[in-house]
């Protein structure tokens, strides 16, 4: 839905500086700076033009990324107050100005995109602009992958994708829906009709940190998937009363916040402070106000199961706060006779995810760089980065396509 936005106001509160830090805090690299100014001297065009020579899908940035640790939290204003909400005017271009989509001819290259996540979309648009035939192969019924599957409908309007499925469809990408790579075609068949294979599959293999129990134990991912495409919340309404979620991303909160609307106790365990959250600071706070309970320097011991191996409560440790570990933020280690139960019929870990390759061919793992252990094939977002954020994989995107049209190069 369009929003009524007074871009010049947000353009005309913008420094212009010379060296941009909001631009140095995107991972897209969108040149924000230069945009604001065609805004400033009323060149809507001209914005638009800008926005989207670097950024392919503004209309998903602009409602998914973390602002306050990117583009806002960069700004020279957010030093002493609010940096400017640049993303708002990007949300203004993206509903109200078309792109101009200029093809080049055929090349008579043809690529396989194995995966129709935001990275394998960025990827197919920018080759079939390039004139590459390109064809995604993608497991479900919709382009998008973890924004479709696990992004909540309260948080963002789906319909978006649609308008990126379309767009695809007409440049040319043909799009093969509900097929599984290994189950439903081979990758060795794929290679064998494509002169490329680009894998954009997405990190699906979910850490449960060594937890397993027979009921009450649902995985984030798995949560999502069953509330979001399979449409089972009433069955969770009914079956929980008592929610646990186990840890600190965007993930967590989205599992959090989708449960706290069908269940009335959810709290999330988070081993750390609030500071070292990884959860875009606006999610958290809209789970708090939601009535989602949050057990900061907490974490899981053991989960206690019943007769038939269903769950029912925790054990729990407080943590406390030591010296920076390799990820930059504070270790943790476990404080003594502080252990304690918390009640709950509901478990669900979302401590992290990670790409398994083996699942489209035994054996098939990441080499050098973007490349794989069988030739023709590269590797972007989630396969390539690990799981990160829809910016990151539009940017990666982008550099597996053209990593792709190096290639025939050489």
């Known amino acids: 839905m369009k929003e009524n936005i007074d871009i010049e106001k947000i353009a005309s509160d913008c420094l212009s500086c010379p060296k941009p830090r909001c631009e140095s805090g995107c991972p897209v690299g969108n040149h924000i700076r230069d945009f604001i100014k065609a805004i400033k001297n009323g060149k809507l065009e001209e914005a638009a033009d800008t926005l989207y020579s670097q950024n392919p899908y503004p209309e998903l940035t602009c409602r998914l990324c973390d602002f306050s640790r990117n583009c806002m939290g960069h700004c020279v204003k957010s030093i002493k107050g609010e940096g400017i909400p640049c993303y708002l005017i990007e949300r203004y271009i993206s509903d109200n100005v078309k792109r101009n989509n200029v093809v080049k001819d055929p090349n008579g290259r043809r690529i396989a995109i194995i995966g129709g996540g935001i990275s394998g979309c960025t990827a197919a648009k920018t080759l079939a602009m390039e004139g590459y035939h390109v064809e995604i192969f993608e497991k479900e019924h919709q382009v998008g992958g973890a924004i479709y599957t696990g992004i909540p409908d309260y948080r963002f309007d789906k319909s978006v994708l649609a308008d990126v499925q379309q767009e695809l469809l007409d440049l040319g990408v043909i799009i093969h829906f509900g097929v599984t790579i290994g189950r439903d075609v081979t990758i060795d068949n794929i290679l064998f009709r494509f002169d490329r294979v680009l894998l954009a599959v997405g990190a699906e293999a979910e850490n449960k940190g060594g937890f397993d129990a027979k009921g009450g134990f649902v995985g984030g991912l798995t949560l999502l998937y069953d509330l979001n495409i399979e449409g089972k919340k009433e069955e969770y309404a009914q079956k929980y009363h008592h929610a646990v979620v186990w840890g600190g991303g965007n993930?967590?909160?989205?599992?959090?916040?989708?449960?706290?609307?069908?269940?009335?106790?959810?709290?999330?365990?988070?081993?750390?402070s609030r500071h070292e959250m990884p959860a875009s600071a606006d999610e958290v706070d809209a789970a708090e106000k939601e009535g989602v309970k949050l057990a900061y320097l907490t974490n899981v011991k053991f989960l206690e199961t019943n007769e038939n191996d269903v769950v029912n409560g925790i054990r729990c440790v407080k943590m406390g706060l030591g010296e920076l570990d390799e990820s930059g933020r504070a270790s943790v280690h476990e404080l003594e006779a502080t252990d304690f139960n918390l009640d709950c019929d509901l478990f669900v870990p979302a401590i992290g995810e990670k790409v398994d390759l083996t699942e489209l061919?035994?054996?098939?793992?990441?080499?050098?760089?973007?490349?794989?252990s069988e030739a023709k094939m590269l590797r972007c977002g989630d396969a390539y980065l690990g799981p990160?954020?829809?910016?990151?994989?539009?940017?990666?995107?982008?550099?597996?396509?053209?990593?792709?049209?190096?290639?025939?190069?050489?």
């Open 251 to 272: 993930v967590a909160m989205d599992c959090a916040r989708s449960l706290i609307r069908i269940i009335d106790d959810v709290t999330i365990v988070y081993r750390r």
């Open 361 to 372: 061919k035994p054996g098939l793992k990441p080499t050098e760089g973007r490349s794989v």
């Open 388 to 410: 990160k954020t829809v910016a990151h994989c539009i940017h990666d995107g982008k550099e597996a396509a053209y990593a792709i049209i190096s290639s025939f190069r050489r």
